[in-house]
């Protein structure tokens, strides 16, 4: 016993400083260090549903810019941080319905929608964008990571059939302004790691070797008429925790997106934000424009239908 105990005080001293030297080096970062957490605090509570999914890619073109063509369309740099797209290759400032239903797609069978999030950065170095809208001008400096993976699946309601999604409609989850309003009730940040299946935070998860997940959940009830609003939201909402939409409203294919990306242990990382929003892991969103062709969103909704 005595010669095993010098060993065993040795590898416990090793543990502790590997766990200081990450909060040194999160300390250090761009983000306060009570902004990472070990624990996932939350459990998934989602009814199980059908479900179809579409392949995009990973961005592997690296189709980046500042722009929203959703909540800020014409308006150049108007996110004041960088996004990151997959499906349709022109989405930008300046797209039309038109532009987006000419362009290419990275989705497969023909799906020219856009799928789009605020980009992740490791915080502690340089990144291609220091000095540029959005990037460095903005407060959000580091080096993009590339996701490792993107699912984008569209699910079934747990309590009916679900409706076509009209064509170029427009929807957010998520609130890019959480810290400002105080984290109200358009959070939707959803934090993960794959080995902790099921369980999620609103922080950011240090997920040591495991690939660390960001999920967006886009609202299913739709209005039956608008494919925009001046919100972005009131024309599609989320349903109640049964999966029931709200009077007057209908149920359509719910959208999840699931990104994931390799983050080196131990390295400070945040994703881009407006400067006022500290890049708070809480202000995770997600934006979506609809421009698959309209025989894939039945072929899509009639496999949900079936499936029930």
Not at 38 to 52: C, N, Y
Not at 79 to 87: C, F, L, M, P, S
Not at 223 to 235: E, K, M, P, V, Y
């Amino acid at each position: 016993m005595a010669k095993t105990k010098p060993l065993t005080l040795a590898v416990a001293a090793v543990a502790v400083l590997v766990l200081v030297a990450s909060v040194v080096v999160l300390c250090g970062s761009t983000s306060s260090a009570d902004q990472y957490v070990s624990e996932l605090d939350q459990v998934r509570t989602d009814p199980v549903t059908p479900s179809f999914v579409i392949r995009c890619g990973t961005n592997e073109e690296r189709h980046l810019n500042a722009d929203n063509p959703v909540v800020s369309p014409g308006l150049p740099f108007g996110a004041h941080h960088t996004h990151e797209y997959v499906g349709n290759k022109s989405a930008d400032a300046n797209s039309t319905n038109d532009s987006l239903a000419a362009a290419p797609t990275t989705c497969e069978k023909n799906d020219r929608s856009t799928y789009y999030w605020p980009v992740l950065r490791l915080t502690d170095g340089t990144g291609h964008d220091a000095h540029a809208p959005g990037g460095g001008v903005h407060g959000n400096t580091g080096v993009v990571l590339q996701p490792k993976s993107v699912e984008i699946r569209y699910e079934g309601s747990p309590v009916s059939a679900v409706l076509p999604m009209p064509r170029f409609l427009r929807m957010i989850t998520g609130d890019p302004a959480a810290f400002t309003n105080d984290y109200g009730p358009n959070v939707r940040a959803r934090w993960g790691c794959t080995d902790k299946p099921g369980r999620y935070t609103t922080k950011y998860p240090l997920c040591g070797r495991a690939t660390t997940l960001r999920s967006f959940e886009f609202g299913s009830c739709w209005d039956g008429n608008n494919t925009d609003s001046a919100s972005h939201r009131t024309h599609v909402v989320f349903p109640s925790a049964d999966g029931i939409c709200p009077p007057k409203t209908f149920p359509i294919p719910r959208l999840h997106v699931i990104v994931g990306y390799d983050v080196p242990a131990g390295r400070p990382f945040a994703i881009d934000s407006f400067p006022e929003e500290m890049r708070d892991p809480a202000t995770d969103h997600a934006m979506f424009i609809n421009v698959m062709p309209e025989t894939l969103m039945a072929e899509l909704v009639g496999q949900l239908n079936r499936s029930r």
